[in-house]
T-cell receptor, first 112, second 112 residues
């Protein structure tokens, strides 16, 4: 199974600022996924990060708010821009191998 | 839009009791996965079922995929406090690339 390192594990940020979350995988993967998990809720897919092309965003999520980079097959970043308290959530990156999804430990973001 | 209805949303039981969590959809999935998530961690894959009618056992956990591949259940026998956590079902579609849709989760608390 893939080993995924995500950082930071948590952060407290001021509203109006931006935070970039990094995700490193121990093997090359075609697609990486970014999820949001609001307090007490399930996972909602934000976007799929493809190497060499723009990320594909789900309904309700836009590139200006959540820009994503995917410079190579083992790394991706998600930026949460111009943050507001409503962005307080856990953000998770995920990869798929042979039809199974594996997750990083998540980034717990609190916006004050 | 594919939806996964997971129930119950919350479950609080005593150690030694049995429980079943259900995951239902009107859509057919290529696979159904169950995850457990503990506070501060990302979801961890427990099992993947891919064949209609398939039953898989993992110690005291029994997973079943419905014949029509639209529903699944997780049964825990003689629950222990260590089983406490958020249980998530996820339906796979779109091939092996990891496209998943998650249920809302079942928050299980097992009291000693």
């Amino acid at each position: 199974s893939a080993v995924i390192s995500q950082k930071p594990s948590r952060d407290i940020c001021q509203r109006g600022t931006s935070l970039t979350i990094q995700c490193q995988v121990d093997s090359q993967v075609t697609m990486m996924f970014w999820y949001r998990q609001q307090p007490g809720q399930s996972l909602t897919l934000i976007a799929t990060a493809n190497q060499g092309s723009e990320a594909t965003y789900e309904s309700g999520f836009v590139i200006d708010k959540f820009p994503i980079s995917r410079p190579n097959l083992t790394f991706s970043t998600l930026t949460v821009s111009n943050m507001s308290p409503e962005d307080s959530s856990i953000y998770l990156c995920s990869v798929a191998q042979r039809g199974k999804a594996f997750f990083g430990q998540g980034t717990r973001l609190t916006v004050v | 839009t594919q939806l996964l209805e997971q129930s119950p949303q919350f479950l609080s039981i005593q150690e030694g009791e049995n429980l079943t969590v259900y995951c239902n959809s009107s859509s057919v999935f290529s696979s159904l996965q169950w995850y457990r998530q503990e506070p501060g961690e990302g979801p961890v894959l427990l099992v993947t079922v891919v064949t209609g009618g398939e039953v898989k056992k993992l110690k005291r956990l029994t997973f079943q995929f419905g014949d029509a591949r639209k529903d699944s259940s997780l049964h825990i026998t003689a629950a222990q406090p260590g089983d406490t956590g958020l249980y998530l079902c996820a339906g796979g579609y779109g091939g092996s690339q990891g496209n998943l849709i998650f249920g809302k989760g079942t928050k299980l608390s097992v009291k000693p």
